[in-house]
């Protein structure tokens, strides 16, 4: 399934196990000797009556994220579509919190889907090596450029960056190298964003662990979210990105960030472990 372009092996482990999550994202990911992908989810049940089902996810390096936004979205429209559940607002547990899906259906098929990201964070020592600007922009270093951007938490850790010509920056390049910068103790997804106008932001992701995607539903959260908190943008946007456009909305009422975009099935199949 993908989700704007960003595209996850999802297995049921309601019926399947997979004893060995981490080595399995890593060879099933690669696109010439196994299927292609982002990374590997689980779906599974929820250890805690606070939550419908769970959610783990591992990038294509093996690495397990703590959240994906995309891959939520996805995961709805699965249990949806598939008559595992028939609630259109499910609980789903993940490593950075209990997320809540609304499905919005067309022909009785989920067409796309609201998360409630939950609350974004800029102080987290484990994810971010701060100083006095700990909450505002920092100029970071990597090779020949001074790059300017803003640390936000979606769970997960992202630096978002604001140039003024995305389509032509080496995104490859540059985005290894801050991925790994020691500011970020445990690495960090790096947006690369673009002001189009209209409330629109273009974004590109060097994603953690699994390099250059398509899109990426946190990082589109914290695009967002440092966009409005530098006061390029309100409270709404739409972020463009590679695979899609996403709407953003952080919401003043309960400081919760909601992600909405379409979830989509590619192809089912076998595969041995």
Not at 35 to 61: C, H, K, P, Q, Y
Not at 139 to 146: H, I, M, N, P, S
Request: glycine share 10%.
């Amino acid at each position: 399934m993908h989700g704007a372009g960003n595209d996850y092996i999802y297995v049921n482990t309601l019926l399947y196990n997979i004893p060995q999550p981490n080595a399995t994202a890593i060879k099933w990911s690669a696109y010439h000797t196994g299927i292609g992908s982002d990374g590997l989810v689980l779906i599974g049940r929820a250890d805690t009556a606070d939550a419908d089902f769970s959610m783990r996810i591992f990038n294509a390096d093996g690495s397990e994220a703590m959240m994906c936004g995309n891959a939520s979205r996805c995961i709805g429209k699965y249990l949806y579509d598939k008559g595992i559940t028939d609630k259109t607002s499910i609980r789903l547990q993940t490593l950075s919190g209990i997320k809540i899906l609304d499905l919005h259906l067309k022909d009785n098929k989920v067409d796309t889907v609201t998360v409630d990201m939950l609350a974004p964070q800029f102080d987290v020592p484990e994810q971010y090596i701060t100083d006095s600007q700990s909450e505002g922009e920092r100029t970071l270093t990597a090779d020949d450029k001074e790059l300017r951007g803003t640390f936000v938490s979606m769970g997960n850790p992202h630096f978002v960056i604001f140039v003024d010509d995305v389509e032509h920056l080496d995104i490859a390049h540059y985005g290894k190298l801050m991925e790994h910068n020691k500011a970020f103790p445990n690495r960090c997804n790096i947006e690369f964003a673009q002001l189009t106008g209209n409330g629109s932001i273009r974004t590109r992701v060097w994603e953690r662990g699994s390099g250059i995607t398509m899109a990426c539903g946190t990082g589109a959260c914290a695009t967002a979210v440092a966009a409005a908190k530098t006061g390029r943008s309100g409270r709404k946007s739409n972020i463009i990105m590679d695979g899609g456009t996403l709407k953003i909305e952080w919401r003043e009422t309960d400081n919760h960030v909601y992600m909405t975009g379409g979830a989509t099935f590619v192809f089912e199949g076998e595969i041995e472990l």
